[in-house]
Nanobody, 123 residues
């Protein structure tokens, strides 16, 4: 069982930056791949980035490549999402999710979810 808590969301102007954190508790965090998803109003939840259990493999949606960076500190049981060059279309609730070992790209592949943190980008 893994419990996840996101933080770091907020209101930022277009072009600005935010760093989201996903703090995990429970057993064997270092065995779990972590992904960040987001859901904008009236849209489906979509994957943004993912990182494997050991950090050796990462994946990004095309819409965020070059702007967002996912990283993890297993010693701190935390995964980060550094978001630079934020745009209006990045406005959404951001969720972190966990699954055993390797990354996957759909919501149904992830068993554990946080409660989400709101990111709002203004013009």
């Amino acid at each position: 069982q893994v419990q996840l808590v996101e933080s770091g969301g907020g209101l930022v102007q277009a072009g600005g930056s935010l760093r989201l954190s996903c703090a995990a508790s429970g057993r064997s965090f270092s065995n779990y791949a972590i992904a960040w998803f987001r859901q904008a109003p009236r849209k489906e939840r979509e994957i943004v980035a993912a990182i494997s259990w050991n950090g050796a493999s990462t994946w990004y949606a095309d819409s965020v490549k070059g702007r967002f960076t996912i990283s993890r500190e297993n010693g701190e049981n935390t995964v980060y999402l550094q978001m630079n060059g934020l745009a209006l279309e990045d406005t959404a609730v951001y969720y972190c999710a966990a699954r055993f070992m390797n990354v996957a790209r759909t919501t149904k592949d992830y068993a554990y979810w946080g409660q989400g943190t709101q990111v709002t980008v203004s013009s």
